[in-house]
């Protein structure tokens, strides 16, 4: 499958797919995620060049299967993914959050905002990504919850077994900022830990729930449908915010100078590791920013080996205990940011460390609140 040529004219094809057409170091990490990828309905590069993001999407996810040893059958024409390891099987539906139909900005359209101060108060506000997150997600998840109860658990090679939804956020211009605050709420409505300051002393008691949210001045959506038995047929959720073009840049063997900011969970204390390394002192495999959300009330619980590697966090609802909990390991990657200096490698170290100093600044500074 030849991913990136084309006979389209440039303006239809999506702008991600015009950033990387010509990037030898993202295609070649691309076609390998695309080896053994079966085009089915003979659409796929069609749409990969001119709506790109559920495609990337699902050959990222390609990409993990095969790096866990997964075999996928596609001699089904449905779901996206019909996967099998270890005398165990399981199916996989693919989606993504997209952006709403109201005049938002596009995922790619970041420039647009830091050259506008009224956009970048509108645009970078913490509790206005995770909100829009969050009804985006819904509305993408229940379209394919909904799908499985009326078409997918009807199939005979889909019975029986568990059943993923694997979502990725692309609905605004900072959607890899969220981290996993939006499918949390979504999913069991846990929202931020609740705690007090004591001597210096952080001590949380519990957590924040939210039962709805606004989608609008008329409308409010339920939250927590993992708790709704009406989709017991769903055994978990497969959540990334990292799958983005900056994955496949930092796997690729890419030696331009470039600065990568991330955030990590920190195993050893309440505050977030953030930090900013050069690419060449960086590592992320592509299976870090992984996030399976497990479903309490599912028929057929996610019960693969295969899903516990150390780089995939998997949290759990105990209905009865009232308890939200995750298996994460130190350093677990919550998102990332890339910066490419065309002159890095003739800065001197002393220039290098103050750009340094001023990307921290800007990755980090403007969303201190966050959980």
């Known amino acids: 499958m030849n991913l990136f ?5 440039r303006e239809r094809l999506h702008h991600n797919f015009l950033a990387i057409r010509e990037d030898t170091y993202l295609k070649k990490i691309i076609n390998l995620w695309v080896e053994g990828f079966v085009d089915r309905d003979n659409k796929f590069v069609y749409e990969f060049q001119t709506t790109f993001n559920s495609c990337f999407w699902e050959l990222y996810l390609h990409g993990c299967f095969k790096h866990l040893g997964f075999k996928v059958d596609f001699s089904k024409q449905s779901p996206d993914f019909c996967l099998s390891s270890n005398g165990k099987e399981l199916c996989v539906e693919a989606v993504i959050a997209e952006k709403p139909q109201n005049g938002l900005l596009a995922e790619w359209e970041k420039m647009d905002i830091f050259n506008d101060p009224l956009k970048y108060e509108n645009y970078m506000n913490y509790e206005s990504i995770v909100d829009l997150a969050t009804v985006r997600l819904m509305q993408a998840l ?39 605050n939006a499918i949390r709420k979504l999913l069991y409505t846990y929202d931020l830990p609740e705690y007090v300051d004591i001597n210096g002393e952080r001590f949380i008691y519990g957590n924040k729930k939210v039962k709805a949210i606004k989608k609008n001045e008329k409308t409010e959506l339920p939250l927590g449908l993992f708790l709704d038995k009406k989709y017991e047929g769903i055994s978990a959720v497969i959540f990334s915010n990292t799958a983005t073009i900056g994955k496949a840049r930092v796997l690729s063997d890419d030696n331009r100078f470039m600065f990568i900011a991330s955030e ?10 953030m930090q900013v390394e050069e690419k060449k002192e960086y590592h992320e495999s592509i299976l870090d920013g992984l996030h399976i959300f497990h479903n309490p009330n599912a028929k057929i619980p996610l019960e693969i080996d295969e899903f516990h590697h150390p780089d995939i966090a998997n949290s759990y609802y105990d209905p009865a205990e009232e308890e939200f909990y995750t298996e994460i390991k130190h350093e677990a990657l919550y998102y990332r940011m890339i910066t490419r200096l065309q002159n890095g490698y003739a800065m001197s170290k002393k220039e290098r460390e103050r750009f340094k100093k001023e990307f921290f600044k800007e990755v980090f500074n403007y969303n201190d609140n966050k959980k």
Do not use: M, W
Request: proline fraction near 6%; hydrophobic fraction near 30%.
């Open 5 to 9: 040529y084309t006979e389209l004219e």
């Open 142 to 180: 229940t379209s394919k919850f909904d799908k499985y109860i009326k078409d997918y658990s009807k199939l005979t090679h889909c019975k029986n077994k568990p059943f993923i939804v694997a979502v990725a956020p692309f609905e605004q211009p900072f959607f890899f900022t969220q981290n996993t």
């Open 264 to 273: 990590r969970y920190n195993d050893n204390g309440l505050d977030k590791l």
